[in-house]
């Protein structure tokens, strides 16, 4: 742990240097810290002394460290990647953490000092990967929002300055990596793998990489920089460009013609010399690169969009794309002009099945190398690859062979959200994919529901990203407002077979406030909450924005989520494809989502049954649910979880059980094999 002690060292010599008052949420404090003051006028929070607070933490992480086995040096190691599909919990690490320490001071960032000392409150939530939005660097230019998206990634060799803890000192490039390194050493210790969100087809606007290879961008004069927009298909519907029938409906849009005159040549194209001297005085002042292209050679880089025609998402003003093919695919070439500048559309948005025969090797070498850069240097465990479909198949499993020579066990997520696809991204070395599970979740109780969730439990060649909500999805607490129904949907998405659970940060507080819109949403979807709240129209993608950490809410998530934690340890083993009895999805009762997993090799049987409907209560009968040869197998089951209880009760399978509305039952059962 010498990155631990590093930090421990450094908070102990930099005791008593200001911070005189210093107030955090007392759920934070789940390590039983006693030296803290209440304040009446902070209802929720505690006052500490920072540094004897944080060292507790540490010291508490070192204590409880998981026993390392023999070679693993406390480096988190399994003999499958995803064994019993671990729960995993997802945050943007500048809000995780963010406080308004001093009272009548500013928001103070999420850091990595402070997410350390949250380790514990996540596990004992069952968390077992701990998930982080890019924390590189972002860009500065077109940023949105107070502090700009972190999916604009300025350099992807530097940690986000923000993420540094004033409380260990004047902040340097080394003594950053090393508190990043003590996060992941912590998780280590407590038994948490780490994971890093990385962005390959996109960039930063100004990323810095445009100073030395500026014909890995798309470039368009500086005037069309305000109305810039992909052509819209008149009468076409929402439409991912998956063939080559769409391919001639973008190329045959009236619009065309002119969007493809906004594109111009890279500037060291147009005038080389002229280029060069941009660069030294670039070099000499350490002005922003984008803001010198812009004045000298009136162009900017492209914004960037979805992949999907006629998608409802406005432009990505932050981000651009990278430039990985300096040709442009063979069924595109018939439509352009030899003479036609390097432009993106759609389908050249779509690397992985629009790709050009001149690949930009440099730059893929330059992606190539920057996962295992994060893993052998800072000891990751995994990455979710952004867009991860919109890269060269090529490429994507170069990086994945690249890393796994060093770690065979390390996690690639990618970002695919059509369950059809999974094959291919198994293919292409991949763990697990997103899915679309958060969006089928709005439509439980509705008619077909049940048959659509298990079609794709069972044909995904990948597990699913069990998620009631993503970070850039609606909230689960506003899709679902009842207590009853999201405790229904959380024990669903824990036991559901192949598929991750995923708590997005804020989930676990019934936060309603998105943090991003770029799902499912519309702008309105920004003001959810009430005037009055100080995060009001804030988006933590963008903002500087502290989840609710004081709000009563969480006394009805947490112990739902630590219940479920613990119940999905238990029966893990039984929750596989294979094992779900046949009728999943055919249900002769409309009211009742009901499914059963029977490991017959062993006799032993799950049984998840919920009420759909929350105006009625049902009346079952577990004996009239399950196939009848696996009910001869057994007189008897245990119900492990009613009433929104643990429990450890028999009863037969003519027992009639009564469910409340949204309440879920779940039992167990052990035959004669």
């Not at 007189?635 to 450890?648: M, S």
Request: glycine residues 6%.
């Amino acid at each position: 742990m010498t990155n631990l002690k590093m930090v421990s060292a450094e908070l102990e010599r930099n005791q008593g240097q200001g911070a005189s008052r210093y107030y955090l949420p007392a759920v934070w404090n789940s390590f039983g810290f006693k030296e803290y003051m209440i304040d009446p006028d902070r209802p929720g929070e505690i006052r500490v002394e920072p540094y004897r607070y944080y060292r507790a933490a540490i010291r508490f992480i070192a204590a409880h460290a998981r026993p390392a086995k023999a070679g693993e040096d406390n480096q988190v190691r399994t003999d499958e990647k995803t064994v019993g599909h671990p729960i995993m919990y997802g945050a943007s690490l500048r809000t995780l953490t963010a406080w308004n320490h001093d009272p009548g001071g500013p928001l103070e960032s999420g850091t990595f000092l402070k997410t350390i000392a949250l380790l514990p409150h996540l596990q004992s939530l069952g968390v077992e990967i701990l998930y982080l939005l890019p924390i590189f660097v972002g860009g500065e230019k077109y940023k949105k929002g107070e502090l700009g998206s972190p999916y604009a990634v300025k350099n992807y060799y530097q940690l986000d300055p923000t993420l540094h803890d004033p409380l260990l000192g004047t902040l340097t490039p080394s003594r950053l990596e090393t508190e990043f390194k003590a996060l992941i050493e912590a998780c280590h210790l407590l038994g948490l793998r780490v994971m890093l969100d990385f962005v390959f087809r996109t960039a930063a606007r100004d990323n810095d990489l445009i100073a030395t290879h500026p014909e890995w961008f798309y470039w368009i004069g500086l005037e069309h920089v305000d109305t810039f927009t992909p052509p819209v298909i008149k009468r076409a519907k929402k439409l991912p460009i998956r063939s080559e029938n769409k391919v001639e409906l973008l190329y045959n849009s009236p619009d065309l013609k002119g969007y493809l005159a906004q594109f111009r040549p890279a500037p060291n194209i147009i005038d080389p010399v002229k280029w060069e001297n941009l660069c030294a005085k670039q070099r000499q002042t350490g002005a922003n690169i984008l803001d010198l292209v812009e004045k000298e050679f009136n162009l900017t880089t492209t914004p960037g969009f979805s992949d999907v025609i006629c998608d409802a998402q406005p432009p990505w003003t932050d981000a651009t794309y990278l430039r990985f093919y300096f040709d442009l695919h063979p069924r595109a070439r018939k439509y352009v002009a030899p003479e036609q500048p390097p432009y993106v559309l759609q389908d050249v948005a779509c690397l992985n099945l629009y790709r050009g025969e001149n690949p930009n090797w440099d730059l893929w070498q330059y992606i190539r190398n920057i996962v295992p850069y994060y893993q052998q240097k800072f000891g990751i465990d995994g990455a979710r690859i952004d867009m991860g479909h919109a890269l060269p198949s090529e490429l994507t499993q170069a990086i994945i062979a690249q890393t796994r020579a060093c770690d065979p066990n390390f996690i690639f997520w990618s970002e695919e959200f059509d369950v059809k696809n999974t094959r291919a991204a198994k293919a292409d070395g991949y763990d697990l994919v997103t899915g679309d599970l958060w969006q089928l979740y709005k439509k439980v109780g509705e008619k077909g529901f049940c048959r659509h969730l298990f079609t794709r439990v069972r044909t995904a060649a990948l597990p699913l990203t069990g998620a009631l909500e993503l970070p850039d999805t609606p909230r689960a607490a506003w899709y679902h407002p009842e207590q009853n129904r999201l405790e229904s949907m959380v024990l669903l998405n824990y036991f559901l077979p192949n598929v991750v659970p995923f708590v997005n940060s804020g989930m676990e507080l019934l936060e309603k406030q998105p943090m991003n819109l770029g799902l499912d949403n519309t702008e309105a979807g920004r003001f959810v909450l009430p005037a009055t709240d100080p995060m009001y129209g804030k988006l933590a993608f963008f903002d500087r924005y502290s989840l609710h950490w004081l709000q009563e809410e969480q006394n009805f998530m947490v112990p739902l989520l630590r219940m479920a934690a613990v119940l999905r340890t238990r029966f893990c083993h039984l929750l596989k494809v294979n094992f779900l009895c046949k009728d999943c999805g055919r249900f002769p009762r409309k009211a009742l989502l009901y499914f059963a997993c029977w490991d017959e090799r062993r006799g032993e049987l799950l049984v998840y049954i919920a009420n759909q409907k929350l105006g009625k209560q049902v009346t079952v009968t577990f004996g009239q649910l399950v196939p009848a040869k696996v009910r001869t197998k057994m007189d008897e089951l245990t119900l492990v979880y009613a009433g929104r209880q643990l429990r450890e009760e028999r009863f037969s399978w003519r027992e009639r059980q009564l469910l409340a509305p949204g309440e879920v039952v779940i039992a167990v059962g052990k035959g004669r094999v």
